[in-house]
């Protein structure tokens, strides 16, 4: 096992009212809000956290931060459904290498009325550009492989989750850099 690390910030989002981004390399966390809030302050948003681990390449799963999404009554117009887009820079320190890859979280945003009024987000898919690394010649796939929600026992990793109206909840992302084969093959 070797030491990683994972740091973000948010690039991409469609031309949502109220959206603010914020980054703070301090606290190694990226955040974006949206939407015109109906009670109080609070916009719906997602906050991304890296952190340090230990993880390695061709091996099991590893963390690479906390996901948190905040589901907040907002007035958003006609979006519904759309798509954000994490940057996300994984750092394998026993081999001096940086891999960039971008995200694509596609959220559902229910309109808050009838039964359902949980938001949900859907597990990030890589880029298809950023999908592969090669390192010492040989090739491996980056893939996400859930959100690990859930508290004590009942922790279950899953591709997406549903947030209540209200509320906030927080999930770990996992990936895996899985090996399929030498450089050229």
Known sequence: ??????????????DLPGL???????????????GNPV???????YDFEGHGTSGELGGDDFPLGTFTHHNYPII??????????????VYFQD?????????VFNHDETPNVGDHWNDQVTL???????ATVHVNGVEYTVTI?????????????????????G??????????FKQTGPRGS
């Open 1 to 14: 096992m070797g030491l990683l690390t994972t740091k973000a910030y948010w690039t991409d989002a469609p």
């Open 20 to 34: 603010k981004i914020r980054r703070d390399d301090n606290r190694n966390r990226s955040e974006i809000r949206w």
């Open 39 to 45: 009670d109080g302050d609070n916009q719906s948003g």
């Open 76 to 89: 958003l117009g006609s979006f519904e459904k759309f798509s954000l887009t994490l940057q996300l820079q």
């Open 95 to 103: 081999h001096d290498l940086l891999h960039e890859c971008r995200l």
């Open 124 to 130: 990030p898919d890589v880029h298809p550009d950023d």
């Open 145 to 165: 492989t859930g959100f690990l929600v859930g508290s004590g026992a009942h922790k279950t990793k899953q591709p997406s989750f549903d947030t209540p109206e």
């Open 167 to 176: 509320e906030e909840l927080s999930a770990k992302i996992f990936a895996r």
